[in-house]
């Protein structure tokens, strides 16, 4: 099986993030990168057409699920379908992950999410897996709604910046993917949003040539992500943030997310340049 440009289940973004930081220092940075959209199911063998793609062995970009779920050889979508059944929530068609590959070897994803579906193809959850820079990883599991756009509320339970408290609560404003990808994440505490951050992109099709052209384009795209967390961390400090400890977890926990009516977001997101 060949990726196509019909085939919803894959794609190139390549986008933008932004984040904005409100309070109590005011501090924004804007980086380009390029994500993969992928599905569980049909991975093996759309991969196994791609010259410059390979899973699970070295290679210019890759894809290991290892690198994603808590980390073992456990099959990828049977951990997440775990996750949602420890929710309540049942979703048997197709699960997409969206995230970055590993370049030459190196895989960090900050944040990956999975569009996961019923059988007719309507979204059943999505599942925020994220990662800090001490190898922890946390997976926020919310259910969907038919909205084409879905806004979603989590407590945080991951520390992750260590310039934020953990009472705070996550709002999630996604686009599933199509011909474009939109995901907003505003963080707030009791006095309101305190860092609003997203990914606008655009979609090319899983193509050799799209990635290569990808890959040309943020060539150390990962070392880009890794050093630009401290490089921002290190402006932050000398800005006069104070850090804050970290609190030790288990590797890969799991908490459950809700439906929000209205979330409001600070700033619009939905242009790609």
């Not at 980086?31 to 093996?44: C, G, S, T, W």
């Not at 990956?112 to 193809?121: E, K, R, T, W």
């Not at 994220?130 to 190898?135: K, R």
């Not at 686009?175 to 990914?199: C, H, K, Q, W, Y």
Request: aromatic share 8%; hydrophobic share 40%; net charge positive.
């Amino acid at each position: 099986m060949r990726a196509t440009a019909d085939n919803p289940g894959f794609g190139v973004y390549q986008g933008v993030v932004t984040h904005e930081r409100h309070r109590p220092v005011r501090h924004g940075l804007r980086y380009r990168i390029f994500m993969l959209l992928i599905d569980l199911d049909q991975a093996p063998a759309v991969i196994g057409s791609l010259r410059w793609l390979s899973a699970g062995r070295f290679g210019l970009l890759g894809f290991h699920e290892r690198d994603h779920g808590d980390g073992s050889d456990r099959p990828l979508k049977r951990q997440v379908l775990q996750r949602l059944a420890d929710a309540g929530i049942r979703a048997e068609g197709a699960v997409r992950l969206l995230a970055m590959p590993r370049v030459l070897g190196c895989a960090f994803n900050p944040i990956s999410v999975y569009f996961c579906h019923h059988p007719d193809g309507r979204l059943a959850a999505t599942v925020y897996e994220v990662s800090n820079t001490f190898g922890e990883r946390h997976s926020y599991v919310v259910a969907a709604n038919d909205d084409p756009v879905q806004r979603q509320t989590a407590d945080k339970r991951f520390y992750v910046s260590p310039f934020m408290d953990m009472a705070m609560t996550y709002r999630f404003v996604v686009r599933p993917p199509g011909e474009t990808l939109n995901l907003t994440i505003d963080v707030e505490d009791r006095a309101g949003s305190m860092l609003t951050a997203a990914f606008t992109a655009r979609r090319r099709p899983l193509t050799d040539a799209n990635l290569i052209a990808a890959w040309t384009a943020h060539p150390l795209l990962i070392l880009k992500v890794v050093g630009g967390i401290h490089w921002e961390a290190l402006k932050l400090l000398l800005k006069g943030m104070r850090m804050r400890r970290r609190r030790p977890i288990h590797r890969h926990a799991t908490s459950i997310g809700r439906v929000a009516s209205a979330c409001p977001v600070h700033g619009d997101h939905s242009h790609v340049t």
